[in-house]
């Protein structure tokens, strides 16, 4: 079969299909199919001058629930705005506080399909849950000892519970005595964390691949030295991005190659999409241009950023340490960079309401993004957008909704929500 027959014919997908250890292997076309991006918009929300509800700090997520209603997480003020599917405001939920109901360190949100919210507090080391009426219900407490792991936070579809992985993880350790430290980790665990009791119960779905870690960091300045407790990600490793499905199955990419892998709701693998489009080698070119790339971002007050404290020759308290000391530490990070071997395929992997499968490959630059692919679980290719035509969405929504989150050049965060077509949905 030739592949342009393939690009063009679903019905012949079926054919490129084979099958190993039980599980359906799906090859796509290496020719993309063009998408076009204009969709039509339905409202925006979000401006400087705008309504006090609307002047948003930093948005920290966005999410639809089944009647087309808009959350907006604006982690600056510990607060989620709830607009109605015109853009009309609704009301708030949640604010700063020690109080029930009240948020000390938010660390992620997720909305059920029925209105449910719920929050992850990492200040109260509890989830705290408000109804589909934005009124608080209760806390269910994330547990008294092991380490805490908060992800990318996504609902699960069915209810009950919320779906943990992926992302930039927050890992706390909230037990331990002297010297105590949290296991190194074998994989990346995308876990179900049940809130159906006081307690979360959090049960590993798909064991992820772990890349190999190269040692612990030291950082070094202003006299001041320490490692750090774990080793971090290698620059340009593959990520682990994590998708939820409507029967509750996950979707995951956790490698460097082109395979996107789905599993039934029990976290059984049932396929692997797969497109013949090869990782590229990471050069001594790229690695000094990362370095540089960084190290100006770390100057220009745009990088990480790094606070510690540190107990005195004397034995006396705790002191900070300077902001020049912190820059040299920054500096000898970055010249410590270690790389991983190849640059990943796939750079970000959502998924859409009705289990559409959006995927972000890298663009021409090692940390640009771009053609953005839209698969099905079932194993059909959509087709692709063009690198540079289209934002991957924040959030989806029934009837083809989408929620995109832009900033304007004074860094005013603004939220556009836009109507799919039905190809997409």
Not at 293 to 303: I, K, P, T, V, Y
Request: hydrophobic share 35%; charged share 25%.
């Amino acid at each position: 079969m030739k592949t342009r027959d393939a690009v063009y014919s679903w019905a012949m997908l079926a054919l490129c299909t084979g099958a190993l250890d039980g599980q359906q292997m799906v090859d796509f076309p290496s020719e993309d199919r063009p998408l076009a991006s204009a969709f039509d918009e339905v409202y925006r929300i979000g401006s400087f001058d705008g309504e006090t509800w609307e002047t948003f700090g930093e948005i920290g997520g966005v999410a639809f629930d089944g009647a087309g209603n808009l959350y907006v997480y604006d982690a600056q003020a510990s607060r989620v705005v709830m607009v109605d599917p015109s853009g009309g405001f609704v009301r708030e939920i949640g604010q700063q506080g020690e109080g029930p109901g009240e948020l000390r360190l938010p660390a992620g949100f997720a909305v059920f399909r029925d209105g449910g919210v719920v929050i992850a507090d990492m200040g109260h080391r509890a989830y705290s849950i408000f109804g589909s009426d934005g009124a608080y219900q209760r806390s269910v407490s994330m547990g008294g000892g092991g380490v805490i792991r908060i992800g990318e936070m996504a609902p699960d579809p069915r209810g009950g519970a919320v779906y943990s992985g992926g992302g930039g993880r927050v890992m706390m350790s909230i037990s331990g005595g002297p010297g105590a430290r949290p296991e190194e980790p074998t994989s990346r665990p995308v876990e179900r964390i049940g809130l159906e009791g006081e307690v979360a119960e959090a049960t590993t779905v798909v064991d992820a691949w772990l890349p190999p870690r190269g040692n612990p960091t030291e950082l070094r300045g202003g006299g001041v030295s320490f490692s750090m407790q774990m080793a971090g990600p290698r620059t340009f490793e593959p990520g682990l991005f994590v998708g939820t499905l409507p029967d509750g199955g996950i979707v995951y990419s956790d490698s460097s190659t082109y395979s996107v892998k789905v599993t039934d709701p029990n976290g059984a693998l049932q396929r692997v999409l797969r497109r013949p489009i090869r990782p590229r080698p990471v050069t001594e070119k790229m690695e000094e241009a990362e370095k540089a790339r960084q190290l100006a971002e770390m100057e220009g007050g745009d990088g990480p950023r790094l606070r510690v404290m540190t107990a005195s020759p004397g034995g006396g308290g705790a002191q900070a340490i300077g902001g020049d000391a912190i820059k040299e530490m920054m500096r000898n990070r970055i010249d410590q960079l270690e790389f991983y071997p190849e640059l990943p395929v796939v750079m970000d992997l959502t998924t859409g309401w009705g289990g559409k499968i959006w995927v972000v490959r890298r663009g021409e630059e090692p940390t640009d993004p771009g053609a953005v692919d839209v698969l099905t679980a079932a194993g059909q290719y959509v087709g692709t957008f063009a690198s540079g035509e289209l934002q991957l969405p924040s959030a989806f929504g029934p009837e083809g909704l989408v929620a995109f989150v832009e900033t304007d050049d004074l860094d005013v965060p603004t939220v556009v929500v836009k109507r799919l077509p039905v190809i997409l949905r």
